[in-house]
């Protein structure tokens, strides 16, 4: 009986992937135990569960999301000492879910804009007043809607994160747009 030169090396390439395919499988199951067949590799050699990574970039992002507790300029109604429209929206989402975060409310300072009339250190007091009215100002919102100890979560500071300009936002929604909006990899920018 004649077995071709081929038939063997398909049979021995058979074997070996047999052999590797199911072998090394039992070095660590999902559940994380060691095995006796392989007790030197380390158990962070073993991969994480699918999804790990995102997960814990997603909780990242929202631990560092100070933006749900940042009180930008822009909220306050024409530069002034009242909240306008939006910035009584954004402190009341704030006040309803407080108490479930230790973060601070960050108030986001007053630029210093120099009058005509004024010297620099005039508009640094000037502004130094209104930022310490508007801090005033929520901690008395925050302490009619029965927030513990609202004197020492609101801060005035800059947010760690910063917002675009107008070249910047016009560049960043036309690559959102030519990537189909970011949803998938496979999308085909309509």
């Known amino acids: 009986m004649f ?15 047999l052999v590797i395919a199911t072998g090394c499988q039992r070095i660590r199951d999902w559940h994380y135990k060691e095995h006796l067949c392989a007790p030197t590799v380390p158990l962070e ?33 024409q530069g002034g000492n009242q909240l306008g429209p939006e910035g009584r929206r954004h402190l009341n989402l704030m006040i309803e879910i407080i108490g479930a975060f230790a973060n601070p409310i960050i108030i986001e300072p ?7 009339d004024e010297t620099i ?24 809607a029965g927030v ?11 947010p760690r994160s910063e917002g675009l300009s107008g070249d910047e936002a016009v560049r960043t929604f036309r690559q959102i747009q030519s990537s189909g909006g970011g949803n998938n990899s496979l999308s085909t920018g309509f």
Not at 110 to 116: F, H, S, T
Not at 123 to 144: D, G, H, K, P, S
Request: glycine share 4%; proline share 3%.
């Open 121 to 144: 250190d005039d508009a640094m007091e000037r502004v130094r007043a209104l930022n310490e009215f508007r801090r005033q100002y929520i901690i008395a919102e925050l302490t009619n």
């Open 148 to 158: 513990p100890s609202a004197e020492k979560r609101v801060l005035i500071g800059r």
């Open 3 to 17: 077995i071709s030169r081929q038939f063997l090396q398909t049979i021995v390439t058979g074997a070996v992937l």
């Open 45 to 77: 050699a073993t991969p994480v569960p699918i999804g790990t990574s995102l997960n814990d970039y997603k909780h990242l992002h929202r631990v560092a999301a100070v933006e749900e507790f940042v009180i930008f300029q822009r909220e306050w109604y």
């Open 110 to 116: 007053q630029d210093v804009i120099i009058g005509a």
